[in-house]
Each structure stands twice: as structure tokens, then as C-alpha cells.
């Protein structure tokens, strides 16, 4: 097993990464041995991974930065780095190891503040490891402050720093920060390399697996979350169930409501799941005395924890009322292949009844408004519309679509 096994379907990408990896391990070593350094490289000191939802670019970007902290033994023998196993490569795939620092939007932007520490850190040497490491996981969201901080510390790096942006599209990032990066785009796994994953590594039953796959579209980690959480299941069977609802206002307005209730629900588990942990562990780090007392003049510093959480908490229900409207989007795009008489496999073959109900009561151009109207549901969020009033203006037009 090494580090990149855990990349469905992105072969190509693999390889580029294992070969760039190599190279850097051979800078690294020639440089700690006083030798000359090799004159072509594949290595850069900046990336750039860009695809669909669901793709990877995430774990792409942190395997290779385990790739690159690798201190396996086996390369003294001509092994490849990122064995898995080792502890930089450990420490690195957890998230822990002091010189790879993650950077992800905790609401809608990353805000300049968010980045002075990191932008001041990547100009220091590796503490411990091979490589000074940062991996901005939603790039897309630096705001024009911290896009310019970025763009500063990309133009001019500290020799032994890596910068790994991740961003949908090349599109949604700077114009003069890719220029300065190697672009390696991944594409959405197919149904057949999600299923083998969930049934190999998750140790999933095959129907299970193959049926989550088909769900998702490809999108591994929304796949291992519907194959592996009941809670996840019935959530999408709810709203699969929608369409057929929307038969009157009243109807669309209480699906509104529904749906924007689940989200937030959703959202409310995951922060008791983590913020009482983080708060305990910064108290701790600060000094707490018995009782959690804290020492004086910190707590400016949880206050900022708090409004941290607070940032993520709309950020999380944003993005799990997202998760909805995709399941929405390809009921209805199943809707659309049964209406066109196209043999495409259907995402939602567990739905069949409605989808056959819905095809014939209605025509393509019908069903592609309501797509559209979909779409414009989740543009207006992106747009900080408050959710109840962009779900409702949606169930409303699929009403009338």
C-alpha cells in the first residue's frame, strides 16, 4: 500500500505526482550530501489541483505531501517516497506533522487573517520534515486580501517551501497565482472505481457500494458517507420523496422548511462532535486551571475559537443543504434520460416508481426548468441568500416548472 491508493481513478495523476515526489526526494537528498543538485527537475514549488466535486483534489494534494515527507528507509534502496507507513507519511495523511500546514474556508471566504500566519510560516525552513508544506484545500474562497498574500508568497518562495492550491476549476483561482503553478486537473471517478474502493477498503457489501456509487455520481467521499451512515440514507431518501410533494404552496413551502431544518440538524451534530472537543484542547493548551478557569488576558483567544465555529457551523449547513440539491438535481436529470429515451444508467435507480411518474407527466423542457431552478437556488446561496427564502423561491419554480 502506498499513498496514492486511495486516489480513484486518477491513474494519470498518480503517476505525474509519484514521478514529481521522486525528484524532490533526489533535490532533498543531493543538497543534506553536499552534492551537485540534478540539472532538470519535475518538481516545482507550486500546484494547482482543480476537478469536479468529489474527485479528490483534497486527498490528491495530501498525499503527495506525504509523498514528499516521506522518510521511508526503502528510498535509500531505491524505493519510491510515500509508502504510508513511515512516520512522515503518517503524520503528514493525518493532518499533524509540524510542517504541513492545511488551510480551509471556515465560512464563506478565507479571510486574510486566516492566512498571515500561514504566509509568514511558509518563508521558514522545514522544522522537522523535508518540505515546508501548505495546502490551501478551498482556494476558490481566498478573498482579493488573501489572494494577494498568497500570490506574494507564491511569486517569491523560500527554497525549500510547497505551495498546493485545490480549487474546482482553474477558472476560480487567480489569474496571476496559476500562472505560477503546475496545473494537474482530476476527473470524477467512474461508478465502477468508487465501488471497488468501498468494497475494499470500507469492507462494504457489493450492492451497498455499487448503489452509493451510482448515487453520487462518482463522489467518493459523499459515496463512502451514504454507504456507511444509515442517517445519510434516509436523509436522501427524504428528499428523493420531495418531488412528488410539491403539488401546492403549502406543500412547497413546508418542503422548504424541511429541507432547510435537516441541514441545519445535520450541521448542529457535526459542531457537538467538534467544537466542545477543540475548546477542551485549546484550554488545555493555554493553561486551564482545575475547573477550566483560564489564565488571564486569553480570552480573546477563545473568543476567536468561538467565532470560528460559529463561521464553520453556516458554513457546514450551507454545504450540507448543498448535498440535497445535488441529490435533487440528478432525481431530475434522471427524470430528463427517461424522458429523452436515453440509456444512460440512472443515478437513482432505487427511485424508479417516481422518476417514471414524474417523466410522464411532464415534458424535457419542463424538467430542464426545474434544473435550472436548482441551479439558481445554489448560486443564490453562494450569494449569502438566507437559505429559506432561496429553498422556497426553488420548490415554488419546481412546482410550476
Known amino acids: 500500500m502506498t499513498v496514492w491508493d486511495d486516489l480513484v481513478g486518477q491513474e494519470k495523476v498518480s503517476a505525474v505526482l509519484d514521478a514529481a515526489a521522486r525528484d524532490a526526494d533526489a533535490l532533498v537528498t543531493a543538497a543534506a550530501a553536499g552534492e551537485p543538485l540534478p540539472e532538470a527537475s519535475r518538481m516545482t514549488h507550486a500546484w494547482l489541483f482543480t476537478g469536479p466535486p468529489g474527485a479528490g483534489r483534497n486527498q490528491a494534494a495530501r498525499a503527495f505531501a506525504a509523498a514528499l515527507q516521506c522518510v521511508s528507509p526503502d528510498r535509500a534502496l ?22 504541513v500546514t492545511s ?3 471556515v465560512g464563506s471566504e478565507i479571510l486574510v487573517k486566516d492566512m498571515r500566519d500561514t504566509v509568514r510560516k511558509s518563508f521558514t525552513a522545514p522544522a522537522t520534515g523535508r518540505w515546508q508544506i501548505i495546502l490551501v484545500e478551498d482556494a476558490e474562497r481566498l478573498n482579493e486580501k488573501s489572494a494577494n498574500a498568497v500570490l506574494k508568497a507564491v511569486e517569491e518562495p523560500a527554497p525549500r517551501t510547497v505551495w498546493l492550491l485545490c480549487a474546482p476549476s482553474v477558472e476560480d483561482v487567480l489569474p496571476t497565482i496559476r500562472s505560477r503553478c503546475r496545473h494537474l486537473n482530476l476527473r470524477t471517478p467512474s461508478v465502477d472505481a468508487v465501488t471497488d474502493m468501498l468494497v475494499r477498503r470500507d469492507g462494504i457489501e457489493p450492492d451497498i457500494a455499487l448503489s452509493a456509487a451510482r448515487a453520487t455520481q462518482g463522489h467518493v ?8 451512515d444509515p442517517a445519510a440514507r434516509e436523509r436522501r431518501a427524504s428528499v ?15 418542503a422548504a422548511q424541511e429541507l432547510v ?6 450541521a448542529k451534530q457535526l459542531a457537538e462532535e467538534m467544537d466542545g472537543r477543540e475548546a477542551e484542547e485549546l484550554k488545555a493548551a493555554l493553561g486551564a486551571v482545575q475547573g ?12 476567536d475559537l468561538e467565532d470560528m465555529q460559529k463561521r464553520r457551523r453556516t458554513r457546514t449547513q450551507r454545504d450540507s443543504l448543498d448535498v440535497a440539491l445535488g ?16 440509456r444512460v ?3 437513482n435507480a432505487d427511485a424508479e416508481d417516481a422518476l417514471q411518474r414524474l417523466a410522464r407527466g411532464g415534458t424535457p423542457e419542463s424538467t430542464l426548468r426545474r434544473i435550472e431552478a436548482i441551479s439558481a437556488c445554489r448560486e443564490a446561496l453562494d450569494r449569502n441568500v438566507a437559505p429559506l427564502l432561496a429553498v422556497e423561491a426553488m420548490t415554488m419554480a419546481l412546482r410550476a416548472g
Open 103 to 105: 488551510v480551509a474556508a
Open 327 to 342: 441529490d435533487l438535481t440528478a432525481f431530475y436529470r434522471d427524470v430528463l434520460a427517461l424522458q429523452l429515451g436515453t
Open 240 to 254: 428523493l420523496k420531495l418531488p412528488l410533494r410539491l403539488d401546492e404552496v403549502g406543500a412547497c413551502l413546508k
Open 221 to 228: 467521499d459523499r459515496a463512502r458517507r451514504l454507504a456507511t
Open 292 to 303: 477550566g478557569r483560564l489564565p488571564r488576558g486569553t480570552a480573546g483567544v477563545m473568543k
Open 78 to 99: 531505491g524505493g519510491a517516497p510515500g509508502c504510508g507507513f513511515c512516520d512522515g507519511c503518517h503524520t503528514a495523511l493525518l493532518g499533524t506533522h509540524a510542517d
Open 261 to 266: 431544518d435537516a441541514a441545519a440538524e445535520d
Open 345 to 347: 444508467a440512472l443515478a
